[in-house]
């Protein structure tokens, strides 16, 4: 029998990119520095101290960049919105020029029949924050709230779905946990405050949003990234290592914003480093959302390891898996599973998958003007038909975002991790559609047909 993976009418197909990975010209216009300008710039951070000053030159060529969306038919694109632009000392003067970028890229969407849906914070800090504090100063809540106000008003008349921030985790735990990621502190005594005014720096954004007029149409949530925990045995040791694991990464962000609290596992893992918050903070935070979006890559399993603190535990690798160019494993099911579980956790509410991708190892040039990678392709079809599988059993996914439109600067891995649909070839600025590319284009003309081949 033949299954059929028909997908609701207006469901959303979409890729994803974002503003530091993919603009270059980070200085252009008056914009302020980031940090990750400072991080990029400062040896012996990045994969052969590669940064984003040109990335892939999308502040000149994003028309260019919007015609290629069209090309493969995508009706929405999910762009993040660089804050230096906006506000080059991050407070206070506000930089026109900057907005106007984000307004001419959105009336081109606009044109071309593509939805904008804009994500206020994806990494990329005012490096004059940083220098303030950055996540580690309570303020920050009001600045992030100031900059997102100016944000609504001044695209909210087009823009109708935001994201306040992308993947709060990952700037916890890479920017000030383990520090491979901007702006590089490794502190068990940060990371608490960050995960902190990161939440508290939502539910303010949110709570503006509420009172302005971009909320007439529009709608806002969060962007969370979300890895099931396995455990490698029955062990009481290693179900517990992976309760940790996943109160770390699934829940630290969602259980506030859902709930008003945040999972007692972080006390376990923080110990003394954990502060009390207060009751008032927590109110903020927990501030309703209309939809959620989760990014989802990989699955983890998880063994207690007494040695690897704080969370005492290592993931175990799966020899008998494809892994992709980062060492994630595919592993389509998992998808499934961690919708099933947010609808099952924090109630049935609107999701989109905001970001989900793969890098494998794409011709720096194309070959006979082609990009043939069909471990790309496998994995796409693989992902979607999860996706379909969760909808059938009750998920109210609106939306699928690919990661990514086109291949770019992947953060501390520089230009050696390729996730685009489209190629981008760094010595030309050249973009190729690659096989994946037309394979997704051929999903949402049929809208899902052909994932049933
Ligand atoms: C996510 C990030 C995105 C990109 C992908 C591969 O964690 O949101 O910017 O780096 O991973």
């Known amino acids: 029998m033949t299954v059929s993976y028909a997908f609701p009418d207006d469901f959303l197909w979409g890729a994803a990119t974002s503003a530091y990975q993919i603009e270059g010209s980070p200085t252009a216009d008056g914009a302020g520095r980031s940090i990750w300008h400072r991080f990029s710039h400062t040896p ?14 999308h502040y000149r060529r994003y028309k260019d960049d919007v015609a290629i969306m069209s090309e493969l038919g995508l009706n929405a694109y999910r762009f993040s919105i660089a804050w230096g632009r906006i506000y080059p000392e991050g407070t206070g003067r506000i930089n026109k020029k900057g907005i106007d970028f984000y307004s001419r890229l959105v009336d081109e969407l606009l044109k071309k029949g593509i939805k904008p849906s804009a994500t206020l914070y994806h990494w990329d800090l005012p490096e004059a924050l940083d220098d303030r504090g950055g996540w580690l100063n309570r303020d920050i809540a009001d600045w992030f709230c100031d900059y997102a106000a100016t944000m609504f008003d001044a695209l909210g008349d087009r823009v109708n779905m935001w994201a306040t921030v992308n993947e ?17 502190h490794a502190s068990l005594f940060e990371a608490p405050i960050a995960t902190h005014n990161l939440l508290r720096a939502h539910g303010s954004a949110v709570e503006r949003f509420r009172a302005s007029n971009a909320a007439k149409k529009g709608k806002i949530g969060i962007v969370v990234n979300l890895e099931p ?20 990464m699934n829940r630290q962000y969602l ?18 480093a954990w502060p009390e ?24 399993i998880e063994r207690y390891d007494a040695e690897r603190l704080p969370l005492r535990l290592k993931a175990v690798p799966q020899p008998d898996s494809i892994t992709t160019e980062t060492r994630w494993e595919v592993y389509p099911e998992a998808l499934t599973r ?82 685009g649909l489209v190629h981008v070839d760094y010595s030309t600025q050249q973009r190729t559609i690659k096989s994946s590319g037309r394979y997704y284009a051929s999903v949402i003309e049929t809208n899902g047909g052909v994932l049933s081949r």
């Open 168 to 184: 709060p985790w990952v700037v916890t735990d890479g920017g000030y946990l383990s520090g491979v990621l901007a702006p590089g």
């Open 255 to 272: 259980d506030p914003v859902f709930t008003g609290k945040y999972p007692a596992e972080l006390r376990e893992i923080f110990g003394e």
């Open 277 to 300: 918050w207060s009751d008032e903070d927590m109110r903020l935070i927990k501030q309703p959302i209309d939809f959620l979006g989760v990014n989802y890559y990989t699955r983890k």
């Open 44 to 57: 012996d951070n990045t994969w052969l101290n590669e940064t984003g000053d040109v990335a892939c030159d």
């Open 229 to 248: 925990k396995y455990p490698a045995s029955q062990s009481a040791e290693d179900l517990d290592a992976v309760r940790r694991a996943d109160a770390y």
């Open 338 to 419: 961690i919708l099933l579980w947010v609808k099952e956790r924090y109630g049935k509410l609107p999701v989109y998958i905001t970001e989900n991708g793969a890098a494998f190892y794409d011709a720096p040039h194309p070959i006979d003007g082609k990009i043939e990678d069909p471990l790309r392709v496998e994995y796409y079809r693989q992902h979607l038909r999860a996706a379909h599988e969760a909808m059938k059993q009750g998920v109210d996914l609106r939306g699928y975002f690919a990661w990514s439109l086109l291949d770019n600067y992947e953060w501390s891995h520089g230009y050696s991790k390729r996730f």
